[in-house]
């Protein structure tokens, strides 16, 4: 079994940064990829970025090249999401997951999800 944890979601003002966390535990939590999701009422989740956490290998969709980072510490087990000017848009509850294959966009291909983290970016 593998928990995953996030936090650092809250309201931001268009323009403004945050830094979600994600941590990770369980067995053999760091045998899996991890991604970065997004979802808002009535839209499926959608795939933001991915990482390993041996080799440190990264993947960001294309709808969020350049703005968000997906990192991670693996002396404390967290996986990172910073996101850099966001937008109105960009307000959604946002997920981390565990799966096998990196960079998958489908949440079919993730086994472990977090609760989620509220981010809302006010205009």
């Known amino acids: 079994q593998v928990q995953l944890v996030e936090s650092g979601g809250g309201l931001v003002q268009a323009g403004g940064s945050l830094r979600l966390s994600c941590a990770a535990s369980?067995?053999?939590?760091?045998?899996?990829?991890m991604g970065w999701f997004r979802q808002t009422p009535g839209k499926e989740r959608e795939f933001l970025a991915g990482i390993r956490w041996t080799g440190g290998s990264t993947y960001h969709a294309d709808s969020v090249k350049g703005r968000f980072t997906i990192s991670s510490d693996n002396a404390k087990n967290t996986v990172y999401l910073r996101m850099n000017s966001l937008k109105p848009e960009d307000t959604a509850v946002y997920y981390c997951?565990?799966?096998?294959?990196?960079?998958?966009?489908?949440?079919?291909?993730?086994?472990?999800w977090g609760q989620g983290t509220q981010v809302i970016v006010s205009s």
């Open positions: 369980g067995r053999t939590f760091n045998s899996y990829a």
């Open positions: 997951a565990a799966g096998i294959f990196l960079g998958s966009s489908s949440p079919k291909n993730y086994d472990y």
